[in-house]
């Protein structure tokens, strides 16, 4: 195993295969590295939709205040209530790691709470398979899942074109720490 996939030993995101499965829904609290924060005009409708759509559960809440919701580690997102929310979703989102079996039930699901909601599934160049989210507060959400390294793909030759080799091809840090 190249180090490539080593590095996914060390993340709760699963080392990208076609049997991949999520890890666990984490419970615990930790300082968080990283997370979104909301706002919504309708904190109940928001919690629905981000529970039953996207797949999240609360970890807390205070009512009328916040609902601080997860996924997996590090996949942190608090809903604050606020007076609006824009019109339009903003041109920059916050995107969330999934594996490839979580795409089509989350697209089914958005769509069954909201049906224009969902754009995608479509593949990357960078060889993943994203999602895209607007959620009812306007905010744009993708969940990207890393598909498995084919060394023959366009993906493959993509990567290798600005210098990142196949997983097996090299040892080091894409070849530039040997």
């Not at 224009?116 to 398979?129: H, K």
């Amino acid at each position: 195993m190249s180090d490539y996939y080593d590095a996914f030993e060390m993340s709760p995101v699963p080392t990208p295969g076609p049997d991949a499965v999520p890890p666990e829904p984490f419970r615990g609290i930790y300082g968080m590295p990283a997370f979104v924060t909301i706002p919504t005009g309708d904190l109940a409708a928001s919690v629905d939709f981000w529970t039953r759509g996207l797949g999240f559960f609360e970890l807390f809440g205070i009512p009328g205040k916040v609902v601080h919701l997860r996924r997996w580690a590090f996949q942190d997102v608090l809903l604050v209530p606020a007076a609006g929310v824009p019109e339009r979703a903003p041109a920059v989102g916050f995107s969330f790691a999934c594996v490839l079996d979580q795409v089509d039930p989350l697209v089914a699901a958005c769509r069954a709470l909201r049906p224009d909601s969902v754009d995608g599934p479509r593949d990357t160049p960078w060889n993943t398979r994203d999602v895209e989210v607007i959620t009812p507060e306007n905010a744009r959400i993708v969940f990207t899942a890393a598909k498995p390294f084919d060394p023959d793909s366009e993906e493959a030759r993509n990567l290798a074109a600005v210098g990142i080799t196949a997983p097996d091809a090299v040892r080091g840090d894409n070849g530039r720490h040997v």
